[in-house]
Each structure stands twice: as structure tokens, then as C-alpha cells.
């Protein structure tokens, strides 16, 4: 697809204040069943990079790349992850797979034992993006706590081996909530 070849990635840790406002509209178009308030409390875990897709100089692509260290059930385990979104009108032409890619990269490099995102459990095409980098459906609860430090539950989590097969048979075979730290991602 032409498009698709014209697609430029940058990786930021830090977004400019004219990035900040192309990815706060960005995900205002992208995420419009999510209040204000629940965006607040909830998705406040700061990146640590963030990948960016332009066409021409339009801001199409974005994930933020989340990583943390957390205990599962008496197992130390570095989590890496990422939340992401696509301009509706550009949307199936391989944009959401090229920012993905590069967010997997992210945390191979970083040596993150496994992945994990947090999906619609309706959303097949999410579901299926996810699926091409090892991403499977959590058969449990994970967890979060928001920026009230109250814990909040839910389902639609998945998770990914990166660098440890072992630790994700074990999160994905256990049956405790996986807690993922502060803020959904």
C-alpha cells in the first residue's frame, strides 16, 4: 500500500509540547468511549519512549512503551508494554503494525521478560494485530492502580513472550490477577 511506504518512525522519550498536542488529539480520535475523568485516573503511567508515525508532517500512529518491574506470585518479573492507536482515517494500512513492531523492539532491547496490553475482549482486529507479535489472551484478571491509589481490575489483558518463555507460561498458566503496576496501559 503507497501509504503505508510513506510512514516515518520516530522514537521520543520526552514529546515536544507541539508532539504532546498532536498526541493528546491523536488520542481524543482514537479513544472516544473513554471519559475524561476514567483517562485521568487511569491511563497516568508515563512512558518510558514513545513511538510516533508521521505522514507528511501528520501524526498518524502512536504508542506509549510502558515498562515495569512487578512480583507474580514470589517471581520477579520486568513487564513491558504499550498502549496504541491509529488515526481513524488511516486505519488498515499497516501503520498500527509498523508502530507495533517497533515498541517490541523497544522492549527486546531493554530486556523485558514479557509483554502486556490491555485489548477490547470484543475487538477481534486488535486481537489480531497483537496476535502477529506473540501476544495471547490473559485467561485472568490483571490489575492497576490508578493515580488515586485505588487497585481497579479487569479482563482483556494479554501478554507476550520477549525474552522469557518460562515467565510467560508461568503468568500465563497462574491463576492470581496479574497486577501491572501504576496506571492502564
Avoid at 20 to 40: M, W
Avoid at 54 to 68: E, K, N, Q, R
Avoid at 104 to 117: H, S
Avoid at 119 to 124: A, I, L, M, T
Wanted: include cysteine.
Amino acid at each position: 500500500m503507497d501509504d503505508e511506504n510513506r510512514v516515518g518512525i520516530i522514537l521520543v522519550a520526552t514529546p515536544t509540547q507541539k508532539e504532546a498536542d498532536e498526541i493528546s488529539k491523536l488520542q481524543k480520535q482514537c479513544f472516544v468511549d473513554v471519559d475524561g475523568e476514567e483517562a485521568n485516573e487511569d491511563f497516568y503511567h508515563k512512558p518510558a519512549i514513545q513511538v510516533l508515525a508521521y505522514t507528511d508532517d501528520s501524526l498518524v500512529g502512536w504508542a506509549g512503551v510502558h515498562i515495569a518491574e512487578q512480583n507474580y506470585k514470589g517471581r520477579q518479573i520486568k513487564l513491558g508494554g504499550y498502549g496504541i492507536c491509529t488515526r481513524p482515517d488511516f486505519r488498515h494500512m499497516g501503520i498500527a503494525t509498523k508502530v507495533a513492531g517497533e515498541a517490541m523492539k523497544y522492549l527486546k532491547e531493554k530486556g523485558c521478560d514479557i509483554g502486556f496490553l490491555s485489548v477490547n475482549p470484543n475487538d477481534e482486529k486488535s486481537i489480531k494485530l497483537h496476535q502477529k507479535y506473540g501476544f495471547v489472551m490473559l485467561p485472568q484478571h490483571f490489575s492497576w492502580k490508578n493515580n488515586k491509589d485505588r487497585i481497579k481490575e479487569d479482563t482483556g489483558g494479554m501478554v507476550a513472550s520477549i525474552e522469557s518463555n518460562e515467565l510467560f507460561n508461568y503468568v500465563l498458566n497462574g491463576q492470581e490477577t496479574l497486577y501491572v503496576g501504576n496506571g492502564y496501559w
